[in-house]
């Protein structure tokens, strides 16, 4: 609360006054309720999304941006994912024009509007069942960040040739491999070679190149490769860009060889970086690299070798085999994803039973939506406001684990800035319980809102798990305010505003009232903006750069 009475700040209010008498829908009578009044001030659209697919359980995420960068790395945040069927309804900020829906290997581009894909199909080779297909694409290597995590990355699930239950005795084994496809890799521009290598099993430990024997492909058949020929991108096994140019719904099968008893197989992998090993002491030392996942925790690489490909054995049906996953980059790398799917191919062997070194848990993509923006409050209730919408800025994401019976919800909570003197308090009220959770305390001062402020991080942050259904507030110390509190000092003004995290949006600097920083608000409150896209163009003179 900062607003004292001057002359031209009393005028400044009379022409919001007379602004909302004249232009705002609440006025004339449009709006019947305190939730009616909270959804005149939305800046997001209910879009629902439909999905089935041949295969229930296929993975799906929706994005509202192109999900890779220019190498083929899985870099944006979904919006929602989930496995078909899929009924679900997303808010998607008003700015968004196209929804980007990635599935099965296919990414899809449409308009901004509800979304019905019917019976999608995986396509399926000669040697593979659409079932097989849909369960490596969506239950073993998902397109999604980080599906291998923590102390799983240190792991090494290289065949092992030794003897297996359930197999009659042999001398060698023999293998072959299946291109399956990339998981997405190719979208964004990314492209990769694998070879295949061998070595002695009692040699894992300590495993240099020289212990290796390399495989790759000459004159169309697999054969011994000097490792200086993969470094030159040279005798691959397969190129995916090859593979998947035949648009063919057949993909190709290569025979490995025999290896007798007592050995390990391996595979390197080359995309857009260099030489990447699913044996961990052939990929190169990290010194530190932290790992920051979606869900808040993190994870510390320190002075460690990690695995760069995932070897996963499953059983399904009359299948039973090994599925392979390679990453293109390591953990502290710009553009790391780990989604572990930017070469899939199907190991298989006979016995079938041949197994990876070691066991990985295989990835847990829980179907959520995924929430994130700012929450601006202006914290005078009941009275008049200054309106710079300043006094309190959090940026939040809310993750809505929507299958789950609970409700589960998780919430991520940042301050940003403030701009008052109250001493405020932000957290989330459950409509179930009657139960209000504060998160973030002692807001008060004027910090990142004023002229000649320095952006800086004001270490104000929070997590917490809720169960039911939520909605924010902020308590100034005598009042709570939500998104439906009705201003009626200034109909056109509400006491929260809630801007999605995607219009990378600047909010006012102290006592610059919101239609200043964004002269499309008040055509918009009026209802004068085709589009209703108001906070995306602002005046610089008057906003907090950061």
């Known amino acids: 609360m900062k607003r004292l009475f001057s002359p031209a700040l009393a005028l400044l209010g009379v022409l919001f006054f007379l602004a909302s008498c004249a232009k705002d829908p609440v006025e004339n009578g449009n709006v019947s309720s305190n939730e009616d009044y909270a959804k005149s001030f939305s800046n997001r659209k209910e879009v629902k999304v439909n999905i089935s697919s041949q295969n229930e359980g ?17 870099v944006a945040d979904y919006a929602l994912c989930g496995r078909t069927p899929i009924d679900q309804t997303i808010s998607v900020p008003t700015h968004v024009k196209k929804l980007y829906i990635l599935g099965e290997g296919v990414l899809k581009i449409v308009d901004t509007g509800d979304i019905a894909i019917t019976k999608s199909g995986t396509r399926a ?7 097989v297909l849909t369960n490596i694409n969506s239950i073993y290597f998902p397109e999604a960040k980080y599906n291998f995590r923590h102390e799983d990355l240190y792991k090494c699930t290289d065949l092992v040739i030794t003897d297996v239950e359930a197999a009659e005795e042999f001398e060698t084994a023999q293998a072959w491999i299946t291109f399956v496809g990339d998981g997405g890799f190719n979208i964004g521009g990314g492209w990769g070679r694998i070879w295949a290598y061998t070595y002695p099993s009692e040699k894992l430990a300590t495993l240099t190149l020289d212990d290796c024997t390399f495989y790759g492909v000459v004159n169309g058949e697999v054969v011994q490769v000097a490792y200086s020929e993969i470094k030159n991108n040279k005798k691959h ?19 490995l060889g025999e290896f007798p008893k007592g050995v390990n197989i391996g595979f390197v992998f080359r ?9 961990p002491n052939l990929n190169e030392l990290l010194a530190k690299a932290v790992i920051k996942y979606p869900d808040n925790t993190s994870f510390t690489i320190t002075n460690g070798k990690v695995s760069c490909g995932f070897i996963q054995h499953i059983a399904l049906g009359e299948f039973e ?28 062997t006979n016995p079938v039973a041949i197994k990876p070194h070691d066991d990985v848990t295989p990835p847990d993509v829980n179907p959520a939506t995924i929430t994130e923006g ?3 409050f202006e914290d005078n209730y009941p009275w008049r406001g200054d309106y710079d919408f300043n006094d309190v800025v959090i940026q939040y994401k809310i993750s809505d684990y929507y299958t789950t019976p609970n409700k589960q919800k998780d919430v991520q909570a940042t301050l940003l800035a403030n701009g008052a003197k109250y001493n405020n308090t932000f957290g989330f009220f459950n409509l179930g319980t009657n139960q209000y959770t504060p998160m973030l305390a002692d807001i008060t001062g004027y910090d990142n809102v004023m002229r000649g402020q320095t952006y800086k991080d004001l270490g104000k942050s929070a997590v917490a798990t809720f169960y039911g259904d939520i909605k924010p507030y902020l308590y100034n110390g005598s009042h709570y305010v939500f998104e439906n509190t009705v201003n009626d000092n200034d109909k056109a003004y509400p006491y929260v505003l809630e801007i999605p995290l995607t219009a990378n949006y600047q909010w006012s600097r102290e006592f610059q009232s919101i239609e200043l920083a964004y002269p499309k608000y008040l055509l918009w409150r009026s209802g004068q903006l085709s589009d209703g896209v108001w906070y995306v163009d602002c005046d610089e003179n008057y906003v907090f750069k950061r």
């Open 321 to 348: 085999g090994n599925i392979l996953g390679m990453e293109n980059r390591l953990p502290g790398q710009g553009g790391y994803d780990g989604d572990y799917n930017d070469m899939l191919c199907l190991v298989e």
């Open 125 to 131: 080779s000669t040697a593979i069942s659409s079932e």
């Open 374 to 376: 700012l929450y601006l």
């Open 58 to 74: 296929a993975f799906y995420a929706v994005y509202y941006e192109f999900p890779y960068n220019e190498t083929g790395d899985l």
């Open 237 to 255: 096994i397969f190129y995916s860009k090859d593979e998947l140019a035949t648009g063919s719904s057949s993909f190709r099968k290569v025979a």
């Open 271 to 279: 995309g857009n970086t260099e030489s990447r090993f699913t044996t």
